[in-house]
């Protein structure tokens, strides 16, 4: 009994773990992870999401939260974009004390995600921010950026 819990738990690591996969990951997928606010409030990718936008350190979340900031707060709405910040990697403490009232303050939506499955799943390049665009549900392009004009760009294609 306690060999095929093991093999069940084993083979549900391994489903969970799958990388996203150009022409055949949806946004569906996304949905499977859990995202939060910086306030607490649980959110949903929209079946509308043409981009999203996804940083996993400290310096590329910077990056995107500082070209936010000087936009529109309609603005990634209006272009059917969601920015995820994956902080799995950032210590609680400095998550509650320092983070989250500093991105509180910001106007624009970000989605929050705590668990480290979603870096499994989300194609990442070190000190770049990970772009992936959608056609009818579908993931039709992963791109890496490092700058504020390519964001723009990508944001505005």
């Known amino acids: 009994m306690k060999k095929i819990l093991f ?3 084993l083979s549900l690591t391994f489903l969970s773990a799958t990388a996203l996969e150009v022409n055949k990951s949806t946004l569906k997928e996304f949905n499977s992870f859990e995202y939060e606010t910086p306030l607490g409030r649980q959110m949903k990718i929209s079946k509308k999401t043409e981009l999203i936008i996804v940083a996993f350190e400290k310096d590329t979340g910077k990056l995107v939260n500082s ?31 320092f983070a989250l009232p500093k991105l509180q303050k910001y106007k624009h939506p970000i989605y929050l995600h705590y668990d480290e499955e979603f870096e499994k799943f989300v194609p990442n390049e070190e ?9 009818d549900g579908i993931v039709i392009s992963v791109e890496y950026i490092t700058t504020a004009e390519e964001l723009k760009v990508a944001i505005e294609k």
Not at 127 to 135: D, N, Q, S, Y
């Open 127 to 135: 000190e770049k921010v990970t772009l992936i665009r959608f056609g």
């Open 67 to 97: 070209y936010l900031k000087e936009q529109d707060p309609f603005y990634m709405p209006k272009r059917h974009v969601v920015y995820i910040a994956d902080i799995h990697n950032m210590p609680s403490i400095i998550t509650n004390m």
């Open 7 to 9: 093999a069940l738990g």
